[in-house]
C-alpha cells in the first residue's frame, strides 16, 4: 500500500520593522544604518535621519528595508524638482544634494580601486556639468489599455512593469522635455494606438529625431497625423515596424549628428551616443589632455563605438586606429572619418572578447591605447595591452567594479594609477562613470 507524506508548510518568514538612523549612503544614494552588527541599505534615507524600517530581505551579515515612518531629517535634504519623484524608477536621488551624491560616487569609487590593487587610490576629480536637463535620449514606454481606450506613454515604476504617465522630465534636455506633452497627446490620437511599442527621442544639433516602434501598419490618416506634428515641432520622424528591421526615416526635417571637440559626428537612431552631452565634451577633453598627444604617437581605441574619442583623438596624433564590435558603428566611424577629414583615422570591426593576436592591427606598436567598454569590462583584452606596452593608457568604465577588477591587470604589470575621476554622467542616478589615466611612471605626489 502506498503512503503519501504531505511535507510541512512553509510559513513565511515575517518581516520585522526596526529604528535605525543612518550614518552614510552607498552609491546608489541609499542610507547605510547598522544594527546588532548587520549593515542595512535603506532607500531615501540620507546620513543623520533616523526612521522606523520594514526589513524586506534580510540576511547573515546585511538587510535591506524601507521607510515606514522617517523620525527626523537631515537639515541638507531637498525637496524633489521632479513632480513624479518615487513614483517613476528613473531618478532615486533627488533628494541628496548633488555635491554629496558626487561626494559619495567619488569615494565609493576610491574604496574599490585600493580595496582591489591593495594601493591607496589617491585624489579622485570631480567631473560634472548641470545636474537637471542634461539628457538627451530617452526611451518612454507605451501601453494602451482597452478597458479605458487610452494610450499611457512615459516610464517604468520603480521595481515594477506598471508605467508612470509622464508629461515633464527635468532631466531631459530642456528640447525632449517640451515635447512629452505633445507628442502623447498625438500618438494617443492615432488608430493604431493600441498597436504601438515605444517612442524613442534624442536630441540632435539641429533638432529632435524620433523613432516609432508600431506593431502593425500605420494608416493614411495616422501618418497625416504624424506628419504634421513632426513638421510643428522640427521633428524627424523614423519607423520601425519590428525590432529585426533598422528605422526608416519618413519625415527628415534634418540630419542626426552632435558636436564634440569641434567636429560634426552623424549618427543612426540605432547607433550609441553618450546620453549626456555636456559632459561628453568635458570628458572627451580630459582624455586628450591625459594622453598628451603629439604627431608621433600611434594610438589605439579599443570599444571606439561611432569615434566619439577616436575622432577628437586622430586631429592631435599622428595615427589612430579605432576597433569596434558593433559592425554598424564601424561604418558609422568611417563616415564621420571622411566627412570630417581626417585620414589618420582606421577603423576595424572585431569581437573583443575573442583573441586579437591574428588581428592585422594587433601586432602594430601604440604609444597610447584609450578603452571604453561596456559594463563587462575588458578582462581579454587586458593581457593583449599589457603585451603592447603604451607608455599611457586611458580607462573610460561605465562600471566601477568591473574597472577595478581590470586595473589589478595593469597594477601588476607596472603601471601607476596615475589620476582618477568620477564622472557625473548621470546625476539624480546611481550610475557611476569614471576614468583613470595609467602611466609607466609614478604620480608626482609618489
Not at 546585511?62 to 531629517?73: E, Q, T
Not at 548633488?98 to 565609493?108: E, F, G, N
Request: aromatic share 6%; hydrophobic share 40%.
Amino acid at each position: 500500500m502506498a503512503q503519501f507524506y504531505s511535507q510541512p508548510r512553509q510559513t513565511p518568514r515575517q518581516s520585522r520593522t526596526v529604528t535605525v538612523t543612518a550614518d552614510s549612503l552607498d552609491a546608489l544614494g541609499q542610507g547605510i544604518a547598522r544594527l546588532q552588527g548587520k549593515t542595512i541599505f535603506i532607500p531615501d534615507l540620507m546620513p543623520e535621519e533616523s526612521a522606523q524600517v520594514r526589513l524586506t530581505d534580510e540576511k547573515r551579515h546585511y538587510a535591506k528595508g524601507v521607510v515606514v515612518k522617517r523620525l527626523s531629517d537631515n537639515p541638507a535634504r531637498r525637496k524633489p524638482l521632479c513632480r513624479y519623484a518615487g513614483q517613476c524608477g528613473g531618478c532615486q536621488q533627488q533628494h541628496i544634494p548633488v555635491a554629496m551624491q558626487r561626494d559619495t560616487k567619488a569615494a565609493y569609487l576610491a574604496y574599490l580601486l585600493t580595496r582591489e590593487t591593495g594601493t591607496e587610490c589617491g585624489p579622485v576629480t570631480v567631473l560634472a556639468g548641470e545636474e537637471y536637463g542634461y539628457r538627451r535620449r530617452a526611451r518612454l514606454a507605451l501601453m494602451y489599455s482597452p478597458k479605458t481606450q487610452q494610450l499611457t506613454m512615459g516610464f517604468r515604476q520603480a521595481q515594477s512593469k506598471s508605467l508612470v504617465a509622464v508629461k515633464h522630465c527635468p532631466v531631459l534636455v530642456p528640447r525632449l522635455d517640451a515635447l512629452l506633452s505633445p507628442l502623447s497627446a498625438c500618438l494617443s490620437s492615432l488608430s493604431a494606438a493600441p498597436k504601438l511599442g515605444h517612442a524613442e527621442l534624442a536630441d540632435t544639433q539641429d533638432g529632435p529625431l524620433l523613432v516609432l516602434r508600431h506593431l502593425a501598419p500605420l494608416g493614411e490618416a495616422d501618418m497625416s497625423v504624424l506628419t504634421a506634428f513632426c513638421e510643428t515641432h522640427n521633428v524627424t520622424l523614423y519607423l520601425q515596424g519590428s525590432h529585426d528591421e533598422p528605422p526608416v526615416a519618413v519625415c527628415a526635417q534634418h540630419t542626426a549628428y552632435y558636436s564634440v571637440a569641434g567636429l560634426k559626428l552623424q549618427f543612426s537612431p540605432q547607433d550609441f551616443i553618450q546620453v549626456n552631452g555636456e559632459l561628453n565634451e568635458i570628458m572627451v577633453a580630459q582624455a586628450l589632455n591625459w594622453l598628451e598627444l603629439t604627431k608621433r604617437d600611434r594610438v589605439l581605441d579599443l570599444f571606439c563605438g561611432m569615434g566619439n574619442f577616436t575622432l577628437p583623438v586622430a586631429q592631435r596624433a599622428g595615427e589612430v586606429v579605432g576597433v569596434e564590435g558593433v559592425e554598424a558603428l564601424v561604418r558609422t566611424a568611417q563616415e564621420n572619418a571622411r566627412c570630417n577629414n581626417l585620414a589618420n583615422a582606421t577603423f576595424y570591426h572585431a569581437d573583443l572578447s575573442q583573441d586579437m593576436t591574428r588581428e592585422p592591427w594587433a601586432a602594430c606598436g601604440f604609444s597610447k591605447i584609450l578603452l571604453d567598454p561596456a559594463r563587462a569590462g575588458a578582462a581579454e583584452m587586458m593581457p593583449h595591452i599589457v603585451a603592447l606596452c603604451p607608455e599611457r593608457i586611458v580607462y573610460v568604465s561605465c562600471n566601477p567594479t568591473t574597472l577595478a577588477r581590470d586595473s589589478q591587470v595593469l597594477h601588476d604589470a607596472g603601471y601607476y594609477r596615475n589620476a582618477v575621476c568620477m564622472l557625473d554622467m548621470f546625476p539624480q542616478t546611481g550610475h557611476l562613470e569614471s576614468m583613470v589615466l595609467f602611466t609607466k611612471t609614478p604620480p608626482v605626489s609618489q
